[in-house]
């Protein structure tokens, strides 16, 4: 038996309605060999429904939310210029698919750019270079000025991928299959998926983050504004946004991927005036590097719970 098959969630809602949609939820990811954690809360009223909702996990590139909100904490208190000049080489910058990580040659942008960047594709490179303005532990410490408990910043994002190679060399293969492994043993080979190292995180502390943010709650009001409009210019829709496409709904996100990880978290607005905060994070109990399936079933809780809480 699975350990997705075997783990009991707890469940949280406001009512026994909810609580069914959370269950469902649940019954659903347990199906696909998911484990993880899902919060779906009313910014507004309050009323909710997940399960295992206090249950800290590796972020991934979620964790570029929180820097981003110290960045622009940053800015908004004149510490910081936006139209700043860094230079990123590729010979020493950050690995990764998107934006200036996947760039072959120098190139030099403003902090503020850097900012869309790492919202809108998930920029690794310029993650990292914000790092360099606002280290890890800056960046930490401003979250535990604010009160957000839940959210621990301790490394920069191309960490994550040293890692990797440090326990599997260069086959990324061998990494998520390391990975699966130690998911079912309850044991981190790769130190930035131990919970005691990686940038971490639950989807309770996630949601607290997001509704403080869309209620102006937090830091500066400047800042929130800009970190809702860049999350709003994010490009992946496959997950939590990927049941939710309509003229009358507004989704603002950020996913976050590493190995058997999956995550997003962020906010859907209906024209109605409706406001929802979400977290999703996933880890799988399968070696695939592609799961559209998983990406599917997130959509759908997304759906299941907005539909619920709307009413």
């Known amino acids: 038996m699975s350990a997705a098959a075997a783990h009991r969630p707890a469940c949280v809602a406001g009512d026994g309605g909810l609580l069914d949609v959370a269950e469902a939820i649940a019954r659903d990811w347990a199906a696909l060999g998911v484990r993880g954690s899902f919060l779906a809360r009313d910014i507004d009223s309050g009323e909710q429904l997940g399960f295992d909702?206090?249950?800290?996990?590796?972020?991934?590139?979620?964790?570029?939310?929180?820097?981003?909100?110290?960045?622009?904490?940053?800015?908004?208190?004149?510490?910081?210029?936006?139209?700043?000049?860094?230079?990123?080489?590729?010979?020493?910058?950050?690995?990764?698919?998107?934006?200036?990580?996947?760039?072959?040659?120098?190139?030099?942008?403003?902090?503020?750019?850097l900012l869309l960047l790492m919202l809108s594709v998930s920029d690794n490179a310029a993650a990292d270079a914000l790092f360099e303005l606002v280290p890890p532990a800056d960046v930490d410490a401003r979250l535990r000025a604010w009160g957000c408990e839940g959210i621990r910043i301790r490394h920069?994002?191309?960490?994550?991928?040293?890692?990797?190679?440090?326990?599997?060399?260069?086959?990324?293969?061998?990494?998520?299959?390391?990975a699966v492994r130690d998911e079912r043993a309850g044991r981190h080979t790769i130190e930035t998926l131990d919970p005691a190292r990686a940038n971490l995180g639950?989807?309770?502390?996630?949601?607290?983050?997001?509704?403080?943010?869309?209620?102006?709650?937090?830091?500066?009001?400047?800042?929130?504004?800009?970190?809702?409009?860049?999350?709003?210019?994010?490009?992946?829709?496959q997950r939590l946004a990927g049941e939710l496409r309509a003229d009358s709904l507004r989704w603002s996100g950020k996913t976050g991927t590493f190995l058997h990880l999956r995550h997003e978290i962020g906010v859907v607005e209906a024209d109605s005036g409706d406001r929802v905060a979400m977290a999703a994070l996933t880890r799988a109990d399968?070696?695939?590097?592609?799961?559209?399936?998983i990406d599917f079933a997130i959509a759908n809780s997304a759906r299941q719970a907005f539909e619920a809480l709307r009413g």
């Open 53 to 113: 909702v206090g249950e800290p996990l590796p972020l991934a590139s979620v964790a570029k939310v929180p820097l981003a909100l110290a960045v622009l904490d940053r800015i908004a208190a004149g510490d910081l210029d936006p139209a700043r000049p860094v230079t990123l080489d590729p010979a020493t910058s950050s690995v990764g698919p998107t934006g200036l990580a996947a760039f072959r040659h120098p190139a030099t942008v403003a902090v503020g750019d």
């Open 156 to 178: 920069r994002m191309n960490h994550m991928y040293e890692c990797a190679a440090g326990a599997a060399g260069n086959d990324f293969s061998l990494a998520l299959e390391l």
């Open 202 to 237: 639950s989807a309770a502390a996630l949601v607290d983050l997001l509704q403080r943010v869309w209620r102006d709650e937090v830091s500066y009001p400047r800042a929130t504004a800009e970190v809702r409009r860049l999350m709003g210019l994010q490009v992946f829709t």
């Open 286 to 293: 399968r070696r695939a590097g592609l799961a559209p399936d």
